[in-house]
């Protein structure tokens, strides 16, 4: 109902820090509907694919990945300070995902690895406990997924358009899999993570009978001890499932609970 | 009052059925489905209980309530399509029965419910023998109602049990016959009680343990129906429709108030509240269980959690 | 066709402000509901929020918005002579024909003041069909009070106790600061032909009718109001169900012995 001739139109952003950039991605492919949407915004900042972006105030910031380096945490606090609205987009930003495995073991062995030449690692490009959005700055709204959907893009700045509160969809991957009618994978005597993990993606794996990985991080209620049983009777060790788990789940894993740890 | 269907007209009855309307019914492929038919050769009766029951035909996981145009809410007057629902058994019958005491409420009718219920044709199949170990119907006191016909399988053919004109109508032509079809026994039975005594008994926690709260139970049951309404728009038009979801009382956000606060803020909560929606609640207002036994929710539930025996265990003190 | 759902459009006749989180809309409108029971308000678009009516009159309805959502803010943004879209009015409210004859306290916090004054309002009109009435409003502080200048009113002509939690600043009622559960405590009523109705808080609610079962009151003279997420208004959707009762169409209004001790 916001015409735009009498309304001015937010000032949007999609920021990016460390990730592989595939977030942003899922929004600039909407292609279409993105078009009509850029009627009722101002994309003032997209780096991606934009020459020239503007610096704050943003109505809406959109950011992908976590914070690994000293400039990550100085970017995100400057488009915190900048933004009425900061929207974690992605696992990586939601939860620590890929990125953030580096926790879970020698921080030094993994940057050896990594680096043959180290001595560049210092002032903004100094590494920084791979972490979060949250754990660094205030987040409006959080949208999981590796990568997220477009549709969960769309409903939100339906939302914002409207002057809404976004409500972000709130299900196990269960749900839109049994509306679906797949045959479940668990029951199969298979791996899949589906009951303790966030939807939203239409059961995007199950339906071509792969498990779900739980990319879209786990559930902040999820039954994990249960969990823990029946993915054990299908031979899935607590230990895979425990990776499976830190890989999304990042810096978050810590919150899991004592079952899984 | 019935009919009577030789065995080798059975297939010849399936071509009139197509012939009428949109026939669904259960087809096997790596699961048993209720599924539009292209060949009725790919009917299959034998293949158990389909997985998601009839309801789906009347209250879909997601439809449009109205319209929204110009800043006003319109209603759709698209009549929905014909179709003719063959295979379905009576727990699942038994539930559009329940269904309507809700959505054709005299007070507030729901017409989407209502058109699609005056536009679907029933065809039951009873069950000679339980499709699966957790059926429970046998303890359910089903009743004989909301279906069209219902076939009854006998040695030679099939005895049609006839309950309304246009069933009769299908079915006109066949040899009439009166039999009073028995109901389907099963070996699992729900040991009916009130259950009031037994609100804050320990046991309902050990079933809690086992919840992976994924709401499956809700989803396959043939009688649960709560839903949530919510509003999709073109922002920039405001034209869009006002949608019904099917919801679960499993979920935690389902009696979350403006403000944050949610009432049945625990799992164990939650899961009682779904199992006495079912046999208790519904039955001190309408005077019937709201569960058939269809026993889905025993049989897709992850960690098969099983409600009958719970409340089996129940003892009066 | 017609539809459950469907709204109908109504016009704005005032917006009256409140307090910083409350307005009051004015709507030309004959439908009139009945002391307790709410309308469906509809922003299509947005989505629906139920609401109390506020009033008793057949020319216009006056719904006090508390704004604390999606819908309740969008309503917050409409003006006079805007339109609005209702279905209704729904829902059990006060048995006011039961009512008849005795001596009735009202006992509000808050914005649950609002259907209360729709009682009030059918009291105004029918005054003789009703003896003593005491009224029991408590609010956060002075600048969160509802309907002043009824209150005012009030005070002229019924047994008025108004009390505020907390008053920094000013005080202009001159009202006692403390809770309203304080004060109905201290306060000497019948307990003898009287019927007791409550709305507001749930920690409100509880300690009332404590105060009141202390006092002798019983059970069957306590009326309670509950507030639970309302979709479809309708008794479908589930979502205001406890343990089987419906809060849209079994309530919102129940007698306390029936809801009494219920729990989830």
Redo the contacts between chains.
């Keep these: 109902?916001?015409s735009?001739s009498e309304k001015k139109k937010p000032r949007v952003a999609i920021h990016s820090i460390t990730g592989c950039a595939g977030c942003q991605l899922v929004i600039y492919f909407i292609r279409d509907k993105l078009l009509?949407?850029l009627?009722?915004i101002d994309l003032v900042a997209a780096p991606m694919i934009k020459g020239k972006n503007e610096e704050g105030p943003y109505d809406i910031c959109f950011v992908e990945g976590l914070v690994a380096s000293q400039r990550d945490l100085e970017n995100l606090k400057k488009w915190r300070e900048q933004s009425k609205f900061l929207v974690a987009w992605g696992t990586c930003a939601t939860h620590g995902n890929v990125p953030g495995i580096k926790i879970f073991m020698d921080e030094k062995q993994v940057e050896e690895a990594v680096y043959k030449d180290k001595s560049n690692l210092t002032g903004e490009n100094t590494p920084l406990k791979p972490t979060p959005l949250e754990a660094h700055v205030r987040i409006d709204y959080r949208i999981s997924g590796c990568p997220p959907e477009e549709i969960e893009f769309l409903?939100m700045?339906?939302h914002f358009?409207?002057d809404m509160k976004p409500?972000v969809y709130?299900?196990?991957v269960?749900?839109e899999c049994?509306?679906r009618?797949i045959?479940?994978l668990?029951?199969d005597g298979k791996e899949c993570l589906?009951?303790?993990i966030r939807g939203g993606c239409d059961a995007l794996c199950p339906v071509v009978n792969h498990g779900c990985t739980g990319c879209h991080g786990p559930?902040e209620?999820?039954?994990i001890?249960?969990?823990l049983k029946?993915l054990k009777a299908n031979g899935i060790p607590k230990e895979l499932v425990k990776q499976r788990l830190q890989k999304y789940a990042g810096a978050k894993f810590e919150e899991l609970g004592a079952d899984i740890r | 009052m019935g009919r009577v269907l030789k065995k080798e007209d059975y297939k010849k009855f399936l071509q009139l059925l197509k012939s009428k309307a949109e026939l669904v019914a259960p087809i096997t492929t790596?699961?048993t489905?209720f599924e539009v038919v292209e060949d009725i050769d790919d009917i299959n009766l034998e293949g158990g209980n389909p997985?998601?029951p009839i309801k789906k035909y009347f209250l879909p996981?997601k439809e449009t309530?109205?319209k929204?145009k110009n800043?006003?809410?319109?209603?759709i007057?698209k009549k929905p399509k014909k179709r003719i629902i063959f295979g379905a058994r009576l727990c699942d019958i038994n539930g559009i029965a329940i269904l309507d005491k809700?959505?054709l409420?005299h007070?507030?009718?729901?017409?989407?419910y209502k058109k699609k219920r005056e536009n679907t044709i029933i065809i039951g199949v009873n069950c000679l023998t339980s499709p699966s170990e957790y059926c429970f119907c046998g303890s359910m006191d089903l009743k004989k109602e909301a279906y069209d016909l219902l076939l009854h399988e006998r040695e030679k053919d099939y005895y049609i049990d006839v309950h309304t004109d246009y069933g009769a109508m299908l079915v006109k032509h066949l040899p009439e016959d009166r039999f009073d079809y028995p109901l389907p026994k099963t070996e699992k039975k729900l040991d009916k009680k009130n259950l009031w005594p037994f609100?804050?008994d320990k046991y309902w926690e050990k079933d809690n343990?086992?919840?992976?709260?994924?709401?499956?139970c809700t989803?396959?049951c043939p009688t649960c129906?709560?839903?949530?309404?919510?509003?999709?728009?073109?922002?920039?038009t405001?034209d869009?429709e006002?949608l019904r979801k099917?919801?679960?009382?499993h979920?935690?956000?389902?009696?979350?108030?403006?403000?944050g606060h949610v009432?049945?803020d625990t799992?164990l909560?939650r899961y009682r509240?779904r199992v006495?929606?079912k046999v208790?609640?519904?039955e001190?207002?309408f005077d019937r269980s709201m569960c058939t036994g269809c026993g889905r929710c025993i049989e897709?539930c992850?960690?098969k959690i099983d409600f009958v025996t719970t409340i089996n265990k129940f003892i009066e003190h | 066709?017609?539809?459950?759902?469907?709204?109908k459009?109504y016009r704005i006749t005032d917006v009256v402000e409140q307090t910083g989180d409350n307005i009051m809309l004015r709507i030309k409108t004959r439908l009139n509901p009945k002391p307790g029971e709410f309308v469906e308000v509809?922003i299509?678009?947005?989505?629906?929020?139920p609401i109390s009516s506020a009033s008793y009159n057949n020319k216009v309805l006056d719904l006090n918005i508390r704004i604390?959502?999606n819908v309740?803010e969008a309503i917050s943004k409409l003006k006079k002579g805007d339109?609005i879209?209702l279905r209704g009015p729904y829902g059990k409210g006060y048995p006011i024909d039961e009512l008849k004859g005795k001596n009735l306290i009202l006992i509000a916090g808050g914005c649950g003041l609002a259907p209360l004054r729709g009682i009030i309002e059918y009291i105004d009109q029918h005054r003789l069909d009703y003896r003593e009435i005491y009224l029991f409003f408590g609010f956060r502080s002075p600048d969160d009070v509802l309907f002043k200048d009824e209150i005012r009113e009030w005070e002229k002509v019924y047994h008025m106790n108004l009390s505020v939690d907390e008053a920094m600043g000013e005080n202009p009622f001159n009202c006692p600061v403390g809770f309203v559960t304080g004060i109905l405590e201290k306060a000497e009523l019948p307990v003898n032909n009287t019927e007791v109705l409550m709305c507001g808080p749930h920690v409100m609610m509880e300690k009332s009718i404590r105060i009141l079962e202390n006092k002798g009151f019983h059970d069957n003279q306590i009326w309670v109001s509950f507030?639970?997420?309302m979709?479809?208004t309708?008794?479908?959707?589930?979502?205001c169900?406890?343990?089987?009762m419906y809060v849209c169409i079994d309530g919102p209004v129940f007698r306390y012995d029936e809801v009494k001790g219920v729990?989830?």
């Design positions: 109902m916001s735009s009509e949407l009627g009722e409903r700045m339906q358009l409207m409500v709130n299900e196990p269960c749900v049994t509306q009618e045959k479940c668990l029951e589906g009951p303790m559930l209620d999820a039954n001890p249960q969990m029946l | 790596d699961m489905r997985f998601f996981n309530l109205l929204i800043g006003n809410t319109k209603v007057e809700l959505f409420d007070k507030y009718p729901d017409e989407n609100f804050a343990d086992l919840c992976v709260s994924c709401q499956r989803i396959l129906f709560c839903f949530d309404m919510y509003d999709r728009v073109n922002p920039k405001g869009g006002r099917i919801d679960s009382c979920s935690k956000d389902f009696t979350e108030v403006a403000g009432f049945r799992r909560k509240h006495l929606h208790q609640f519904f001190d207002k897709y992850h960690s | 066709m017609n539809s459950i759902y469907q709204a459009r509809s299509p678009g947005i989505g629906e929020a604390v959502g309740t339109k879209h507030e639970r997420h979709k479809c309708t008794g479908k959707c589930g979502h169900m406890i343990n089987g729990d989830e």
